[in-house]
């Protein structure tokens, strides 16, 4: 059962986002937040899996909520809703440590998806958010112009899942394109993150992008 808080300062929204989550057998709605800091409050009580976070919110907003989780070593998952632009709040919200980030507009299926994957330590973005990093960095110059010293550190294959987490794959789709157990996946997963020092897979996501290792629409070796 993934055990899920959401925050909202709209009633109405919260009750909606509760029937699409509960209608899944394996997710329960097991708290409502009306503000960041009930957000926060909850969280640290209840200590869900998962808490959909809205960006704009009375006392303490989305993306502020998100940092302090992150601050107080919270082990809830972070996905930001959003039914504003997001361009700004996008890179604030992964920069504050969100695991996934959504329009509310999104259709309700990649929702109850996003917190199947998202529990399951997988970062999540919806459709035209990913469109959006893309156009990023293929309108923004590249950061750098040579891999880092810290690849050094990766063994052949650690690259070779790192290029796959690039493409924002899941543990299992990288065990299935690699030929590896999902258990063996993720032990190299982590040590990647561990050895580039990176929080999460989304960072992992920026990373090969920031640093010209993969390019929109390029595909990792097979």
Partial sequence: MIRVVVADDQAVVRSGLRMI??????IRVVGEAVNGRDAVTQCRELQPDVVLMDIRMPVLDGIAATEELIRQGS?????????????????????AGAHGFFLKTDQPEQLIHAVHRVSSDDTQL????????????????????SPPEMLRHLTARELEVLLTMGQGLSNAEIAARLFVSEGTAKTHVTRILTKLHLRDRTQAVVFCYEHGLLRPGARPPT
């Fill in 75 to 95: 082990s809830t998952r972070v996905i930001v809703l959003t039914s504003y632009g997001v361009d700004e709040n996008l890179f604030a919200a992964l920069s």
């Fill in 126 to 145: 919806g459709a035209e958010v990913v469109a959006l990093l893309l156009d990023r960095f293929l309108t923004s110059p590249q950061s750098s112009t």
């Fill in 21 to 26: 989550l509960e209608a899944n057998a394996d």
